[in-house]
């Protein structure tokens, strides 16, 4: 949509604080996306590093590990070091899936405010374990 018509849409030459007050709102959400992503990359790096260090993990037991927690440097049991990185996994798991959510929600709500329509597939999910069972016995694949 054109600059022009948006002005139209919403009279913002009419009243300029109103004008002022929904320019505000959208770059405000927009920066929160912005951030939201940069959020998301970041806890994926992250994610990827456990990764890595599990994998390191599995090879032969040395019996204590060498772990960074924070600012510290601590060493511990490896099958404990093991435990502490998937927990952090799990939880990291569960951010990244509440920012993607999160962030599909603010994004249709900008291009609401953008007079845009929804994105199309956006609030997609995956298929259940049942549902691809289903899927897969619709069309002829055992599951």
């Known amino acids: 949509m054109g600059m022009a018509k948006l002005v139209a849409e919403l009279g913002l030459l009419e009243n300029p ?6 320019l505000e709102e959208v770059e405000r959400l927009g920066e929160e996306i912005v951030r939201d992503k940069q959020e998301v990359v970041a806890l994926d790096r992250r994610r990827n590093q456990n990764r890595e260090a599990l994998r390191a993990l599995h090879r032969p037991d040395h ?70 069972s289903a899927v897969g016995q619709v069309i002829g694949r055992h599951a």
């Open 63 to 132: 019996g204590k590990t060498w772990l960074t927690l924070g600012s510290l440097l601590i060493k511990t049991p490896t099958n404990k070091a093991k435990e502490l990185l998937e927990h952090d996994q799990v939880q990291l798991d569960m951010q990244i899936n509440k920012l993607r959510s999160d962030l599909k929600v603010k994004v249709n709500r900008l291009r609401d405010m953008e007079f845009q329509s929804p994105v199309p597939g956006l609030m997609l999910s995956p298929l259940t374990r049942s549902e691809l």
């Open 17 to 22: 604080q109103h004008s002022l007050e929904y």
